[in-house]
């Protein structure tokens, strides 16, 4: 078992977060919030990398580089469905593919001109719609509700790699966090001297990066389980979108702690990524109902772990 990402993968996350900053960076989702019809316009940027052209359900390495690209999307609180569009099927004629819960379904896709197809946990799937938003992206964070006609149940193959990919756009957001926190407390003083220095604050910063480390090896872990083709990808995907919910709540804690008010003032980064990271943490499921359905599927058998005979499962 080998979960480390390729020097490939590795080398076009990179290039992603470059052209990302070249493109915008953190302007990027302040320009769409005040004009959501520019979320479209990150589109072509993340096609020159050959973004839209990549396999990730048949090809490993590619499963990687979307996979890392997800990640310099979720750095940069990318106001595009990069994850969803990448996780499209194969067998539809859609541009993306979004999981939603069985009562109102939504997703955060609204003001792009796409075609959608859309999941539930059992695995139906429909096409879908998106409705008409009445409630502002800043209020919203460009979710919007979905009207979904049944296409077949045959989407439980769809459904990891679905629930996987945003919990990487998730981890880049994390990483972002610890890095404009680390920052911060760095630069900030208080009674003569930084931040940084004081012992509870290290302890602060210490646990977050735990939280985020832990989050990094779980992902890399579920993607191994999908390019094994594991039974057990969907409960490795579960576990990890639990896991990861788990140290958003964690990180941006400690972020918003230490970055006092500053931290949800428009000024500061952290306030995007933190309010971006909503729809990712609660859709399609929450925190609660995300460890239910894990708990439903392992059953009395658990999981099989990061330090699991490979063979087992």
């Known amino acids: 078992m080998t979960v480390e990402l ?58 990687e580089a979307a996979a890392a690209l997800c990640r310099s999307a979720g750095y940069w609180a990318t106001p595009y469905p990069v994850a969803e569009r990448l996780a499209r099927p194969v067998d539809l004629d859609v541009d993306g593919l979004v999981v939603v819960s069985d009562e109102e379904p939504a997703a955060a896709v609204a ?18 719609v998106v409705r008409p938003s009445r409630v502002s992206a800043r209020e919203s964070a460009f979710v919007a509700e979905l009207e979904v006609s049944p296409v077949d149940t045959g989407g439980g193959a769809d459904l990891a790699l679905a629930l996987v990919l945003p919990c990487w756009t998730l981890l880049g957001m994390l990483d972002r966090a610890v890095e404009l926190t680390r920052a911060h407390v760095l630069v900030r003083e208080q009674f003569g001297k930084p931040l940084a220095e004081f012992q509870s604050v290290q302890f602060q910063l210490t646990d977050a990066e735990v939280e985020r480390r832990g989050v990094d090896m779980l992902a890399r872990y579920a993607l191994w389980s999908i390019q094994a083709e594991r039974g057990d990808a969907l409960i490795d995907a579960l576990a990890l979108r639990s896991a990861t919910i788990e140290a958003a709540e964690a990180v941006f804690r400690v972020a918003h702690q230490l970055h006092g008010a500053l931290g949800f003032c428009d000024e500061s980064p952290l306030s995007w990524l933190s309010r971006y990271s909503l729809p990712l943490r609660r859709l399609p499921l929450g925190s609660v109902a995300t460890e239910d359905l894990l708990a439903r599927l392992a059953g009395r058998r658990g999981l099989t772990g990061l330090f699991s005979d490979p063979g087992e499962g």
């Open 6 to 63: 390729c020097a490939e993968a590795t080398e076009y996350g990179k290039q992603a977060v470059r052209a990302l900053r070249a493109a915008g960076g953190d302007e990027l989702v302040r320009w769409a919030e005040r004009e959501p019809e520019r979320r479209a316009l990150v589109a072509p940027v993340l096609g020159e990398l050959g973004a839209w052209e990549l396999e990730p359900r048949h090809d490993p390495v590619e499963l």
């Open 111 to 128: 003001h792009l001109d796409l075609r959608w197809a859309a999941v539930t946990v059992d695995g139906s799937r429909g096409a879908a």
